[in-house]
């Protein structure tokens, strides 16, 4: 038997075959789910296909407009909600959060799982050593009816991260930086596997952030190597019920690329509109000015990100040319921040707290800039349109960047602020 990538054995584990890179092979399906933005399509079809019942675990998430901003996404809402009721599956109604953060915080993803999530960004699941992919939604309808769905076995490509993380520098400035060098397109139909001494000492707030990334650069599926961060912050959520089983990689096994980045001198990064992968220093931007500051999203709304954020925020005012909104990922984060002081950081700063969901970053809702307005934001996209108008510039940076940049009114490194 070769030796095999990680996403070489997840896939032979759930097809019942031997399988190498470019290979198909029809896969069994531990998890799926939907979210409101996607969900309205999966019920139409498993109800046209018949299905009374579901074979695959299946659960969806309203966060894409919550709570509804109109007569339109709440007839969807009310879809979802009766289906959930149907087939008696999972529901996070409104203020729950994220799909990408609430789903890993229920327990239901494990170390070699599959799963198949109508939503492009869960490639998240990653961090916790699952194949996880973003896909149609009639995909997942198929999933859902058959327990399984066609895939082709992704070529991997390996990173390398070393070097001592200089103070300012986060998991996104680190992402953004591999994005930028690797390409939009760069990792089309790859998975991803992190490695090296930067990513074993990273926290799960900072491995989910880029795993989150990965198809930004076009990747099937980025992973981090399952160990005892993570096999911590999964127990209290699983309980017991299942047991943690990592997944690594051969030894010798077969990559089609291998990088290393050494990042000592990396300084804060900030992706330019209108393409992800176009990241340079916070520094050269310095005569940018804002008119709006976001922090949240399933990129960086987590609890590591708003410490970080009120870290800067703590006794200082936003500009008053600046609206600074943020949206804690979920409840449970939206609590803890709560608990720790940092909601009232943030508000006697001038910031705004919207509920815990994906408004701003898609568009729906809560923070749509006008025409010729310029947003710095912690997502993990920056296209025209993104936020709703595409007469808008998004750029990209850390929860620390978009922090000091609230406070100054112009894109700013945020070191002098730490």
Sequence with gaps: ????????????????????????????????????????????????????????????????SAPSPS???????????????????????????????????????????????????TCTYGALGAFST????????????????????????????KGKVPEGITAKDI?????????ADGATYKAVEFYGPVIDKLNMDGRFTMCNM?????????????????????????????????????KNALYSR????????????????????SAVEAGSLKEIKINEAFIGTCTNGRIEDLKLAAKILRSKKVSSQVRFIIAPSSREIFQEALKLGLVEVFIKAGAVIVSPGCGPCVG???GIPADGEVVISTANRNFKGRMGNPSAFIYLASPATVAASAITGKITDPRKFL
């Design 258 to 277: 291998i990088s290393e980045y050494d990042i000592s001198g990396l300084k804060p990064q900030v992706s330019r509109p209108h393409s992800v992968d």
């Design 134 to 161: 973003g896909v149609g939604s009639t995909d997942l309808a198929i999933a859902l009816a058959t327990g399984k769905n066609w895939l082709k076995v992704p070529e991997t490509i390996k990173i390398v991260i």
């Design 214 to 250: 990965v198809v930004e650069m076009g990747a099937k599926a980025g992973f981090m190597p399952a160990d005892k961060i993570t096999a911590e912050w999964l127990g209290p959520r699983i309980k017991g019920k299942r047991k943690i089983i990592p997944v690594a990689a051969d």
């Design 71 to 121: 007569e339109g996404v709440s007839r969807v809402h009310k879809k979802m909600r009766g289906f959930s009721a149907d087939f008696k599956t999972a529901l996070f109604d409104i203020g729950c959060g994220v799909c990408h953060q609430v789903i890993p915080e229920s327990g239901r993803i494990l170390p070699g799982d599959l799963v198949f999530g109508a939503d492009s960004h």
């Design 175 to 183: 992402i953004l930086h591999i994005i930028t060098d690797i390409k």
């Design 1 to 64: 038997m070769m030796p095999k990538t990680i996403a070489e054995k997840i896939l032979s584990n759930h097809s019942g075959r031997d399988l190498k890179a470019g290979d198909f092979a029809l896969c069994k399906i531990d998890f799926a789910f939907g979210q409101d933005g996607t969900s309205s399509i999966i019920i139409d079809r498993v109800r046209e296909l018949g299905s009374s019942v579901l074979k695959t675990d299946f659960c969806m998430v309203i966060d894409h």
């Design 364 to 366: 729906t809702h809560n």
